[in-house]
């Protein structure tokens, strides 16, 4: 009964092409957020939001929209996918200080 | 600048050996955890652990706020230990976003 669960796993699209990445959290947390990891790097912050209706901008929001539908879910969205934007992409729940994390959705622009 | 530096970058051990990994943070904090990235890139909590030391199994973390440092420890280390550790702070003025270290590539070597 994962907490945290995102979809799809792994996503092929070419340049230009639009692509939803959902996710869900049956934490019943406030936060939650989307990380994008490349090679060699951390986890980067995209958007994040404290509840239902509200997004917050991260450190790396250009080339992202995000939409927090309801407390459970939060979407991450490109419009026009770009090679660069091909990475692993996480998402996140909490409440306080203590993260928790999805399995990943590894996006791959060609 | 980058408020958190995590060192080695790669480590490559035997089997049996310990394995000591750092974040060095210069900024103040209310939280630090460690998390461990398997090869195929889900992500593990290891440790939430903001001040002290805490032990789980063989893995052992140690946060000493007054010398800006984090420690995790991995006594008698397996092959199955191999994969990325990651440390991640939540600055002390910050609200609930979490600044990344760049990782620790483990090799245990048989």
């Known amino acids: 009964e994962a907490a945290v669960t995102q979809s799809p796993r792994n996503k092929v699209t070419v340049t230009g092409g639009n692509v939803t990445l959902s996710c869900r959290q049956t934490n019943s947390h406030n936060y939650m957020y989307w990380y994008r990891q490349d090679t060699g790097h951390g986890l980067r912050l995209i958007h994040y939001s404290y509840g239902a209706g509200n997004l917050q901008i991260g450190d790396v929001p250009d080339g992202y929209k995000a939409t927090r539908t309801t407390q459970e879910d939060f979407f991450l969205l490109l419009e026009l996918a770009s090679p660069s934007q091909t990475s692993l992409y996480f998402c996140a729940s909490s409440e306080a200080y203590e993260q928790y994390f999805g399995p990943g959705t590894r996006l791959t622009v060609l | 600048g980058q408020q958190v530096q995590q060192s080695p970058a790669s480590l490559v051990l035997q089997e049996g050996e310990n394995a000591e990994l750092q974040c060095n943070f210069s900024?103040?904090?209310?939280?630090m955890q460690w998390f461990y990235q398997r090869p195929g890139g889900s992500l593990v909590s290891l440790f939430y652990?903001?001040?002290?030391?805490k032990h789980s199994g063989r893995l052992t973390s140690t946060t000493v706020i007054k010398e800006r440092r984090s420690s995790l420890h991995i006594s008698s280390s397996q092959t199955t230990d191999s994969g990325t550790y990651l440390c991640a702070l939540e600055p002390g003025d910050s609200n609930y976003q979490l600044i990344w270290g760049s990782g620790t590539k483990l090799i245990i070597k048989p």
């Open positions: 900024t103040s904090l209310n939280s």
């Open positions: 652990n903001p001040s002290g030391t």
